[in-house]
């Protein structure tokens, strides 16, 4: 059997991959694949390899020839050719999403999936495919989730963000679903990653229960938690007590841990704040809560995520934030040191010492994110050696509410600016932070 994948001569794209010598191209069409009498056993190893050489466009018009060519024909290659695309949309770890350069690409593919007499593709494919590329499948095909298991979902909506929204699952009081659109494959799969990364570590992650998608939307099961940590820190006491405080530390470490537990399985999350930590009900030994992180929309995973601004503005770090610029992406020195894992996980580190202000202070670091852009900008992204982005009155109010308990918290504030390094080499791991602070928690001096 003869396989050939065709694409028009005219594609100028180019990601980085070499393109056909122009003794191989035609007038108006270019072979780029083509299988004579590869044995049916090795289709899979000779596609890839050849699909290799291809630049990212051509690759997808594969999809365009797939309703055209002997594939029709050979189920056992139609359902290789379809795992191969799929192979295509995800990045070389799984971690990720590529986008795709065709905006009509996913749609195609998930019309020739959902095709009645295509039943039979999904199990094959799904049979021999990557665990990364059956995730991937589940979140296109609606075959593949039965929604009426967790639904009708309730109309009161519990929760609502840029993407989506979160409501209680119909006749599952315990559970939640996170409704995005279609349009929002890439946090879709992002929060998958990431949940089912770390679901050996329910203490860490809000529990995944299900996903996929319907006709308008995909689906997130997750367990329902008591509440977030910013609504339950808003209903405390302006002021206060020991215990209080006590207590806050106490489930900052908490997220320190479970932040210490996510760069450990190379995820960094991007968007932490007190909104993204959901407090679980108190377990009948303590009186004390537990948090767990959740929201992964922004997060990535692995080693070849897109490089692009992430989370929300006000816990947003300083390199994410010039990411907004031009001259931030022009860069090339400081595009390729944040590229690198360590640079990468000190976003999340700044993030931290924002959402430690806002629970001790129930306010945000930089409220003017929302009111005064050029104001925050500037703030932000001064590069400072000495001071730090705490204003005056901010370090004020932090030692006042030491200073009305127990609890000297010079070392908390010293903590938080180191946290708040300007530059990401100077800010700590996770891993240190998180030693630091227990030692802090564990032995702070009483006045």
Request: include cysteine; proline fraction near 5%; charged fraction near 30%.
């Amino acid at each position: 059997m003869c396989l050939s994948v065709w694409s028009d001569d005219d594609d100028d794209d180019d990601d980085g991959r070499p393109e056909p010598t122009s003794s191989s191209r035609s007038s108006t069409k270019v072979p780029i694949l083509r299988l004579g009498e590869t044995k049916t056993s090795n289709y899979h190893e000779e596609f890839m390899s050849q699909l290799d050489q291809c630049s990212l466009s051509w690759r997808e018009s594969a999809t365009e020839t797939l309703e055209t060519t002997l594939l029709l024909h050979d189920r056992k290659l139609h359902a290789v050719a379809v795992g191969v695309i799929l192979e295509t949309l995800v990045s070389p770890d799984g971690g990720s999403l590529v986008p795709p350069s065709s905006p009509h690409l996913l749609g195609r593919l998930i019309s020739h999936l959902e095709r009645p007499a295509h039943a039979w593709l999904l199990d094959s494919v799904r049979s021999d495919s990557r665990p990364d590329v059956r995730r991937l499948l589940r979140l296109l095909s609606c075959r593949l989730f039965e929604s009426t298991r967790y639904g009708p979902v309730a109309s009161t909506i519990l929760a609502r963000g840029a993407y989506g929204t979160i409501r209680v699952c119909g006749g599952e009081a315990e559970l939640v679903v996170k409704l995005l659109p279609r349009a929002a494959l890439s946090r879709a799969y992002a929060e998958i990653v990431a949940m089912e990364t770390l679901r050996d570590d329910d203490d860490a992650c809000v529990r995944l229960v299900a996903y996929g998608a319907t006709e308008e939307r995909h689906w997130i099961v997750m367990e329902r938690c008591m509440t977030s940590l910013r609504e339950w820190r808003s209903l405390r006491p302006s002021s206060p007590t020991s215990s209080d405080l006590a207590t806050y530390l106490a489930l900052f470490a908490d997220v320190l841990d479970a932040v210490a537990k996510l760069h450990a399985r190379d995820i960094v999350h991007y968007d932490l704040k007190c909104d993204n930590v959901l407090v679980r009900h108190p377990s009948s030994s303590s009186d004390r809560p537990s948090v767990c992180l959740a929201d992964f929309g922004e997060s990535s995973s692995g080693r070849f995520a897109q490089l692009r601004p992430r989370g929300t503005e006000c816990v947003m770090s300083p390199e994410q934030i010039l990411l907004h610029t031009r001259a931030g992406l022009r860069d090339e020195d400081r595009r390729r040191k944040r590229r690198s894992p360590d640079m990468q996980r000190a976003s999340d580190v700044w993030s931290l010492g924002c959402l430690l202000y806002e629970l001790l202070t129930d306010s945000y670091l930089f409220a003017e994110a929302t009111s005064d852009w050029a104001a925050f900008f500037t703030r932000v992204t001064e590069d400072r050696t000495t001071r730090f982005p705490l204003l005056p009155g901010q370090e004020t109010i932090v030692r006042s509410i030491f200073s009305a308990s127990s609890f000297d918290g010079e070392e908390v504030l010293r903590l938080m600016k180191w946290a708040l390094a300007y530059r990401p080499e100077h800010r700590p791991p996770v891993s240190e932070l998180l030693r630091r602070f227990r030692n802090v928690s564990e032995h702070i001096e009483k006045k």
